[in-house]
């Protein structure tokens, strides 16, 4: 079993940054690829970023290329989020997965999530 808690969720102005973590206990940490995925009201749970156990291999999805950077420290056990520019339509609840295989873009590949933060963007 894996736990993973989010944090760093909040209210922000459009152009502004917001770091989120992902603390996780329990299995061995570095043995997972880690994702982020956002959900906003009304809408399907999409992919955000990802990274490989060791941290060489990233995926970004599209809209948020360039804007935000998917790392993670295997000493803290930790993932992280960097935002920047944020925008309104980055506006939803973020959360994040580990996956026992690979890196991967869709939600089916994980195989345990937390609970999520919620992250705000005021135009």
């Known amino acids: 079993q894996v736990q993973l808690v989010e944090s760093g969720g909040g209210l922000v102005q459009a152009g502004g940054s917001l770091r989120l973590s992902c603390a996780a206990s329990g299995r061995t940490f570095s043995s997972y690829a880690m994702g982020w995925f956002r959900q906003a009201p009304g809408k399907e749970r999409e992919f955000v970023a990802a990274v490989s156990w060791r941290g060489g291999t990233t995926l970004y999805a599209d809209s948020v290329k360039g804007r935000f950077t998917i790392s993670r420290s295997n000493a803290k056990n930790t993932v992280y989020l960097q935002m920047n520019s944020l925008k309104p339509e980055d506006t939803a609840v973020y959360y994040c997965?580990?996956?026992?295989?690979?890196?991967?873009?869709?939600?089916?590949?994980?195989?345990?999530w937390g609970q999520g933060t919620q992250v705000t963007v005021s135009s």
């Open positions: 997965a580990a996956d026992l295989t690979k890196v991967a873009a869709e939600p089916d590949e994980y195989d345990y």
